[in-house]
């Protein structure tokens, strides 16, 4: 049973995809912030699972190598979708998700042009580290509006005078304004600069990919 796994992580990674757009649908903010959240974090970790426990067992198998790729490919897509969507469209969010999602769909049309052939090139160290900034990315991403949340609930309708106060320590802040605010804008920065990095790592990926795959493409136009 335990050799069924690995495959079975990646299968679990594959149909929570789809569930992290799919539960804004179905429920508001914060629910669906939060179970958005636990989805795409549990997804992460299934990915590097299946694969750790697959080579540990020595049960790595076609059905496994042809999904995972695909798995990773629907989660971080539709995930980065999301987070377009939840940051209303804002440029800098904007511009390293289409850079990101543009390389997607060309490696993935060019392994697919390639065939058989695309299996001899090997995934590198820069493809796998820039996955794990994805990822890292994107959760901060979805964390940082699920605190923007509650930090807007928390100041809705209150006076600036009395935000003034709370901010200063001569209000009690009940609401934890005081560190909701540095949380929600440090974060925002955060998430931001670190999604930049994962578009130049994905970027530069890209590359590597295409001029590896160069060699195979000439052999073809011979």
Do not use: C
Request: no cysteine.
């Amino acid at each position: 049973m335990h050799t069924r796994i690995p495959n079975i992580l990646t299968v679990v990674r594959l149909i929570s995809a789809p569930m992290v757009g799919l539960v804004y649908v179905i429920m508001a903010s914060p629910y669906a912030d939060w179970i958005a959240l636990f989805l795409f974090i549990g997804a992460a970790a299934t990915d590097y699972l299946d694969g750790v426990l697959a080579r540990r067992w020595n049960v790595v198998t076609a059905f496994g190598r042809m999904l995972d790729p695909i798995a990773d490919k629907a989660m971080v897509v539709i995930a980065l979708a999301v987070v377009g969507v939840l940051w209303n469209g804002y440029v800098w969010v904007m511009v390293p998700i289409i850079l990101i999602l543009f390389r997607e769909v060309f490696v993935s049309g060019l392994r697919e042009f390639l065939g058989a052939d695309a299996s001899r090139l090997q995934v590198t160290r820069l493809a796998k580290f820039k996955t794990a900034v994805q990822m890292i990315a994107i959760t901060l991403l979805l964390a940082t509006k699920l605190v923007e949340h509650y930090f807007i609930a928390a100041v809705y309708g209150m006076d600036s005078t009395v935000y003034e106060q709370i901010k200063s320590g001569q209000v009690e802040d009940i609401a934890g304004l005081r560190w909701l605010e540095p949380l929600w804008v440090y974060g925002a920065w955060g998430a931001q600069i670190t999604l930049w990095i994962a578009a130049v790592l994905t970027v530069l990926s890209g590359l590597d990919y295409f001029l590896k795959s160069l060699p195979y493409l000439n052999e073809r136009d011979k």
